[in-house]
């Protein structure tokens, strides 16, 4: 709702706010409402050339598991202290997360929204004078004539989108996003957003997080070593991380899907077969522990970035906050059902749980396989052909209005 009205800046420095806010409430807790307030706070596209888009990406993902590791580690280093079992040490590891909202916060309010956001919003000047700051029209003194050839190209690519998807027949509506008919298939794209992130999920990724130090105590190591071991696996995934940035624009988001979604199926089945032996040994207990450390790896690697890329990345422009916000609704929702209901299962039914991850695994491979076309080394406005019907996109692009919109750009190579 406030996606579009404010902007991708403005609600990132809110975002911040309330993470700054809800840290600061929970580090200072004395009781459960306090705890449950400050929860419910913290949880709450400038790329110039195709190619740049999916590394961009991955490292902003890669940045993220960084954090849920170093976490980890903080976690494991204030365990240590002689009064571990008190609260009062797990405050400061609970306010560290203000410190890094802060700065994220601050940082804002020296850059500008996207281009495309204040072409939406009707706001030439500003687009034409962000899409100018990214190109480098002038740098170093000079003007760089052939960047103002490539403005005026992606402003009219982007004019193009937002005129097609003003017709009627693509509006987004609840009944699109259940039975889509629309020429640029809106609804369909919106709903792959949610369900790709709510896969994503349901893979096992959260169980295995809030779960790690169980899972490793229960071979047999003591808590200290099953809270290092923890955080070794987690930094290992934010290695894997680092795999995705130079291949997800050489090898394709949907390959790096399929290919790492195949080779964690085969880890979580190994494990699920190691945990349903009734007997186990202390090798045994072992080998499910470590094939953990692959299954992470390979996730970091395609089911962290490519995800969180694909649906905001396949959304029509003028809804590409709201595929965003799809995206994240599928994320919460799902992380809810699993860590919430897997807690419960593995008092419940113990072992077999992990069946439910190996199963979404498999789903992930083939929805991928069936569902995702790849939009790897092309233009955000290119992507809505991929979805489009056939024709759909040939009169509005060629439409003679076109030019019209184009009339801020003299100003621009004028002044250049």
Request: charged letters at 15%; hydrophobic letters at 50%; aromatic letters at 12%.
């Amino acid at each position: 709702m406030i996606g579009m009205p404010l902007g991708r800046r403005n609600c990132i420095i809110i975002g911040n706010i309330l993470i700054t806010i809800g840290g600061v409430i929970q580090a200072a807790s004395y009781s459960v409402p306090q705890i449950i307030i400050a929860r419910v706070l913290c949880q709450s596209e400038i790329s110039i050339q195709a190619r740049e888009r999916g590394p961009e990406v991955a490292i902003n993902c890669s940045a993220l598991l960084l954090g849920v590791a170093l976490s980890y580690w903080v976690s494991f280093g204030f365990t240590r202290m002689t009064n571990q079992i008190s609260w009062v040490p797990q405050r400061f590891p609970i306010a560290l997360q203000s410190l890094f909202s802060i700065l994220s916060g601050a940082s804002m309010f020296f850059l500008p929204d996207t281009p495309r956001w204040y072409y939406i919003r009707d706001r030439m000047e500003e687009g034409d004078k962000t899409l100018s700051r990214l190109y480098g029209v002038y740098r170093n003194g000079m003007t760089n004539y052939g960047a103002v050839a490539e403005i005026q190209n992606m402003k009219s690519t982007i004019m193009a989108s937002l005129r097609v998807e003003e017709e009627s027949e693509n509006k987004l509506t609840l009944l699109s996003i259940v039975w889509d008919n629309t020429p640029l298939r809106v609804g369909r794209r919106i709903r792959i957003s949610f369900m790709i992130l709510g896969i994503q999920q349901s893979m096992g990724i959260n169980i295995m997080v809030y779960y790690m130090t169980r899972i490793f105590s229960e071979v047999g190591l003591s808590d200290f070593m099953a809270s290092l071991i923890a955080a070794l696996s987690l930094t290992l995934q934010w290695m894997g991380s680092w795999v995705c940035i130079p291949t997800i624009e050489r090898i394709g988001r949907r390959r790096i899907m399929m290919l790492t979604g195949s080779v964690q199926t085969l880890c979580l089945f190994v494990f699920v077969v190691l945990n349903m032996i009734e007997h186990k040994t202390d090798a045994t207990r072992w080998a499910a522990a470590m094939i953990i450390f692959p299954y992470l790896f390979f996730y970091g690697w395609g089911w962290v970035g490519c995800p969180w890329l694909y649906g905001p990345e396949i959304a029509p422009l003028r809804y590409r906050h709201i595929g965003s916000a799809a995206g994240l609704l599928g994320v919460w929702v799902f992380t809810f059902i699993t860590v919430f209901a897997g807690g419960i299962a593995l008092e419940t039914v113990g072992a077999r749980i992990w069946i439910w991850p190996l199963v979404f695994n498999v789903i992930a491979v083939v929805f991928v396989y069936f569902m995702c076309p790849d939009p790897t080394g092309k233009t955000l406005e290119e992507i809505d052909q991929l979805f489009a019907k056939d024709g759909a996109l040939v009169d509005q692009l060629n439409h003679p209005s076109i030019e019209k919109e184009l009339d801020g750009l003299q100003e621009i190579e004028n002044s250049a």
